[in-house]
């Protein structure tokens, strides 16, 4: 039943019945308890006695009167689901991300096909990675091999399986058994553009696809920075490889920019226009991306705060193996401030049970962490 109302109201939503903004007047006048109540036949059947602005009561008594097209439209909807074993992440779904949670302005309802448990990159992290489409060779081969350091860190990539730089960290995130999400400008079955249909059939298999467009929906120009502002919003950080001055990818570090999130660049030639954007980015304050480890510091750090945040850390109290692992990362300390990727390299615990193992211990003041480096503190 619940699912059904959901798919009325993806319906509802994208035939243009209601906005986002009319959903929260409902919400905050205490009229629905949650966004899909909108739906339900005791509020269609109520609409009349219940009090909001003339505005909104006008709209959804339209959308009463369309109650059975929009019925269509949603079962066509959940039959394609149904079809292309798709699934809907719904904003009070567990596995909603945190990162959109703490964002206005993101969809209620996702659609995706593939690997549904990677849209949780709580712990493990995630990059989004884009670029220019018809991108040099040399951001090319730099996308390849940060991408490649990223993963074995286990940390996500997100793109938006374009060609050119998209293409080639997906690629390479699948060719070395990474996790990898994809956003979609159209629906989930929208492979667009048409060449990279491969990297589609592993990403549907070994990755995630995430659209919030219903299935069915073709990718149209209007859609596309949309899609950037999801890409940007799942990530912890995000790394621009190359952009021309009116790049698509420009609106991906704008909204990166806007939700607090830290732009890396990869610095590039003065003599290309396809190379501009970027430059102009760094010009503005963009960090500049020269090593993996600059990356990776940043989402576990980010990693950390959200860990302290949900108060989720995973512990267990009496296990010898976390005190173990705790002492080799209080003995490297020690000797003088690590970043988490030193600490890694440095110890051999896995980069997951090193952002688990630092909350703790930032918890209790045992460590600080100052522009991505580890500190021990005098309470130790």
Same mark, same amino acid.
């Given at each position: 039943?619940?699912?059904?109302?959901?798919?009325?109201?993806?319906?509802?939503?994208?035939?243009?019945?209601?906005?986002?903004?009319?959903?929260?007047?409902?919400?905050?006048?205490?009229? %629905?308890?949650?966004?899909?109540?909108? /739906?339900?036949?005791?509020?269609?059947?109520?609409?009349?006695?219940?009090?909001?602005?003339?505005?909104? +009561?006008?709209?959804?008594?339209?959308?009463? +009167?369309?109650?059975?097209? %929009?019925?269509?439209?949603?079962? /066509?909807? =959940?039959?394609?689901?149904?079809?292309?074993?798709?699934?809907?992440?719904?904003?009070?779904?567990?596995?909603?991300?945190?990162?959109?949670?703490?964002?206005?302005?993101?969809?209620?309802?996702?659609?995706? +096909?593939? @690997? @549904?448990?990677?849209?949780?990159?709580?712990?493990?992290?995630?990059?989004?990675?884009?670029?220019?489409?018809?991108?040099?060779?040399?951001?090319?081969?730099?996308?390849? /091999?940060?991408?490649?350091?990223?993963?074995?860190?286990?940390?996500?990539?997100? !793109?938006?399986?374009?060609?050119?730089?998209?293409?080639?960290?997906?690629?390479?995130?699948?060719?070395?058994?990474?996790?990898?999400?994809?956003?979609?400008?159209?629906? $989930?079955?929208?492979?667009?553009?048409?060449?990279?249909?491969?990297?589609?059939?592993?990403?549907?298999?070994?990755?995630? #696809?995430?659209?919030?467009?219903?299935?069915?929906?073709?990718?149209?120009?209007?859609?596309?920075?949309?899609?950037?502002?999801?890409?940007?919003?799942?990530?912890?950080?995000?790394?621009?490889?190359?952009?021309?001055?009116?790049?698509?990818?420009?609106?991906?570090?704008?909204?990166?920019?806007?939700?607090?999130?830290?732009?890396?660049?990869?610095?590039?030639?003065?003599?290309?226009?396809?190379?501009?954007?970027?430059?102009?980015?760094?010009?503005?304050?963009?960090?500049?991306?020269?090593?993996?480890?600059?990356?990776?510091?940043?989402?576990?750090?980010?990693?950390?705060?959200?860990?302290?945040?949900?108060?989720?850390?995973?512990?267990?109290?009496?296990?010898?193996? $976390?005190?173990?692992? =705790?002492?080799?990362?209080?003995?490297?300390? !020690?000797? +003088?401030? @690590?970043?988490?990727?030193?600490?890694?390299?440095?110890?051999?615990?896995?980069?997951?049970?090193?952002?688990?193992?630092?909350?703790?211990?930032?918890?209790?003041? !045992?460590?600080? #962490?100052?522009?991505?480096?580890?500190?021990?503190? @005098?309470?130790?």
């Amino acid at each position: 039943m619940i699912d059904n109302l959901k798919f009325m109201w993806v319906a509802a939503f994208h035939l243009g019945y209601f906005n986002n903004k009319d959903i929260n007047e409902l919400l905050n006048l205490k009229l %629905i308890d949650k966004f899909y109540d909108v /739906m339900s036949s005791e509020f269609l059947e109520n609409i009349v006695a219940i009090s909001c602005s003339a505005k909104l +009561k006008l709209k959804l008594t339209e959308m009463s +009167k369309k109650i059975t097209d %929009i019925s269509k439209t949603a079962q /066509m909807y =959940e039959d394609r689901c149904n079809q292309l074993n798709a699934f809907m992440i719904c904003e009070d779904d567990m596995d909603y991300p945190n990162n959109w949670r703490m964002l206005s302005g993101m969809p209620r309802i996702v659609f995706g +096909k593939g @690997r @549904r448990e990677l849209i949780n990159i709580d712990k493990t992290g995630g990059v989004a990675i884009v670029g220019s489409r018809k991108c040099s060779n040399y951001a090319k081969v730099a996308t390849i /091999m940060f991408t490649q350091e990223l993963v074995k860190r286990g940390i996500s990539i997100i !793109s938006g399986m374009a060609d050119g730089i998209d293409r080639a960290a997906h690629e390479t995130a699948l060719v070395n058994s990474g996790n990898t999400i994809a956003f979609l400008a159209g629906g $989930v079955d929208n492979i667009y553009p048409w060449v990279n249909k491969d990297i589609y059939d592993q990403l549907i298999v070994n990755g995630l #696809v995430l659209s919030e467009m219903p299935p069915g929906t073709k990718a149209q120009k209007q859609y596309f920075p949309s899609r950037n502002r999801l890409i940007s919003a799942l990530s912890d950080t995000c790394m621009i490889m190359e952009a021309g001055t009116y790049s698509g990818t420009l609106h991906t570090a704008s909204f990166a920019a806007a939700q607090g999130k830290n732009v890396f660049v990869l610095p590039n030639t003065i003599y290309s226009e396809n190379t501009l954007g970027g430059l102009e980015l760094i010009a503005d304050g963009a960090r500049i991306l020269l090593k993996p480890e600059d990356v990776i510091d940043e989402v576990a750090e980010c990693c950390l705060n959200k860990l302290l945040l949900k108060g989720d850390l995973g512990l267990d109290k009496n296990s010898s193996r $976390v005190l173990t692992s =705790e002492d080799k990362i209080t003995e490297e300390l !020690s000797v +003088k401030p @690590r970043t988490a990727d030193e600490l890694v390299q440095l110890t051999s615990i896995s980069y997951t049970e090193l952002s688990v193992l630092l909350s703790e211990m930032e918890i209790r003041g !045992s460590i600080i #962490v100052e522009r991505g480096k580890f500190t021990l503190t @005098r309470f130790n």
